[in-house]
């Protein structure tokens, strides 16, 4: 996870904030255009995330969700003010799945994928606040690749699990290979759990740069709720995004 040091004005950032950030040393940790994440480092080590308006609330939902089985980073504060979403959180203890010391045991690593994976698919769906998660899927889409997969009718989603929605090693945390939580959790909620498998598939070809390892983090999950056709449909998916 890069961490660069940063002088940031705290003066723009709303007064609920000040509390948390006085006094502390702030890093930069951000990974995507779409928000900017400062890591908090004072009295405890927080995740400071910032973007436009309204685009942080399924993630503090989703926290908070995940944070009750222990598997997500607890939320202190979510706020939006300026046209800006604000969301403070807990640092989860550990790497991310990408850190060199997991990178160079590939095949540990992507059985430590799917064990997690399997975790997360497990655990009970009643509370969860965001349902029928397939369906918005799909409108992710390119039209085209929504129209072919409504007509070719070859497989049809199941929502009957606990998605993490962007289920990727960077978003998984762990220490010496054991789980600690998992991260970014805004894409997530009751869905088919053949979107996270193609998700893990497509992040190890990406991470590892090879499909060596996908054999691993398929048994590790288990072959017996694995269907190949659900794996295509979302793989199918995937590859029509515009990174």
Known sequence: MKQTKMNYDLSTLPTSLLPYVNGATIYDSSSSPQAKTLLIDGSERLFLKIAAAHTLEREYRMNAFLHQHELAPASLLYT?????????????????GVADAFMQQPERLAAALGNHLRRLHTIPVDGCPYAHRSADILLEASPAMQAELQASGDYTPVDDVIIH???????VIMNNFELCGFIDNGDGGIGDRHHDLAWGLWSLQFNLETDRYHEHFLDAYGRKDIDEKGIVYFSRIIDSLDF
């Open 80 to 96: 939006t003010e300026q046209q800006q979403d604000y969301l403070l959180t807990t640092a989860v203890a550990g790497e991310d």
């Open 165 to 171: 929605g962007d289920y990727c090693l960077p978003n």
